[in-house]
């Protein structure tokens, strides 16, 4: 079992930029994908970001368009999430997972831990 804890949320003005991280602790010996989902109230989580355990591949969801970027640090058992040109509709709270692999894990079926999540507000 692998726990993870989000960090870095908080509230930003339309435009700005956040950094979360999610660091991973317990069985975390073996080679995972990590990634992240959202999820806005009254809406269905959505998928976000997903990174191989090698850093490549990495995938986005379509609403992204560049203004993402996961990254991941095994050495700290970390991966992050650099968001920049933020807008009212990222508003949501953003949930750090665990999964076999990074294309698998655009699916939240396949995701294996999740954490507790962490909120973003954009204001406008």
């Known amino acids: 079992q692998v726990q993870l804890v989000e960090s870095g949320g908080g509230l930003v003005q339309a435009g700005g930029s956040l950094r979360l991280s999610c660091s991973a602790s317990g069985r975390t010996s073996s080679s995972y994908a990590m990634g992240w989902f959202r999820q806005a109230p009254g809406k269905e989580r959505e998928f976000v970001a997903a990174?191989?355990?090698?850093?490549?591949?990495?995938y986005y969801g379509d609403f992204v368009k560049g203004r993402f970027t996961t990254s991941r640090d095994n050495a700290k058992n970390t991966v992050y999430l650099q968001m920049n040109s933020l807008k009212p509709e990222d508003t949501a709270v953003y949930y750090c997972v665990t999964g076999v692999s990074s294309f698998r894990l655009r699916s939240y079926n396949e995701a294996r831990s999740w954490g507790q999540g962490t909120q973003v507000t954009v204001s406008s």
């Open positions: 990174i191989s355990w090698s850093g490549e591949p990495t």
